[in-house]
């Protein structure tokens, strides 16, 4: 499976930037995953920042850069 493009990163991020409260950023991967899981589904991770501010800075960083980590996604076949 092909990575989001860049294009695709942005409007998730604009959806992100409108509700950030919605949304935490994993402290193990820096994704940014919705507010309502309790483990990264990425990294596994429990550690989280809820802080709208820091939700935000992080869209905008992950929008305009190509994706760097793995996902459930790319694993499957």
């Known amino acids: 499976m092909q990575p989001f493009s860049l294009g695709e990163r942005a409007q998730k991020a604009l ?3 409108a509700s950030p409260r919605s ?3 994993c402290e ?3 994704s940014i995953v919705a507010a309502r899981v309790a483990t990264c589904p990425n990294c596994h991770s429990y550690r989280f920042n809820d802080d709208a501010t820091a939700v935000t800075e992080q ?3 992950l929008a ?3 994706q760097r980590t793995v996902t459930a996604k790319d694993l499957v076949n």
Do not use: M, S
């Open 15 to 17: 959806k992100i930037i």
């Open 23 to 25: 949304f935490k950023v």
């Open 28 to 30: 193990g991967c820096d």
């Open 59 to 61: 869209a905008q960083l």
């Open 64 to 66: 305009n850069r190509e």
